[in-house]
Nanobody
């Protein structure tokens, strides 16, 4: 079992920044990749970013490229999502999850965190 705890969400004005963290515990030696997804009210959960556990080959959704950056600190078993130039349409609950590869679909991920709310005001 792997436990994931997200933090860092909150309320921010458009154009502002936030950094989300996701700390993994438990059987972390099984983790090969981690990703971030988000779900806005009334919408499906969507891919945001993913990265290998080694930190190689990060990938980002087109909607966040150039604004969001995923990174990982293996020593702390923590993955981050730096979010800059935030827009109201970035408002959602953000979830981190573990996977075998840094995929873009939910079915590729097994363990999920409880989510952290990000609200961007206009």
């Amino acid at each position: 079992q792997v436990q994931l705890v997200e933090s860092g969400g909150g309320l921010v004005q458009a154009g502002g920044s936030l950094r989300l963290s996701c700390a993994a515990s438990g059987r972390t030696f099984n983790i090969l990749a981690m990703g971030w997804f988000r779900q806005a009210p009334g919408k499906e959960r969507e891919f945001v970013a993913a990265i290998n556990w080694s930190g190689v080959g990060p990938r980002h959704a087109d909607s966040v490229k150039g604004r969001f950056t995923i990174s990982i600190d293996n020593a702390l078993n923590t993955v981050y999502l730096q979010m800059n130039s935030l827009k109201p349409e970035d408002t959602a609950v953000y979830y981190c999850a573990t996977a075998k590869i840094p995929g873009t679909t939910m079915r590729e991920y097994d363990y999920w965190g409880q989510g952290t709310q990000v609200t961007v005001s206009s």
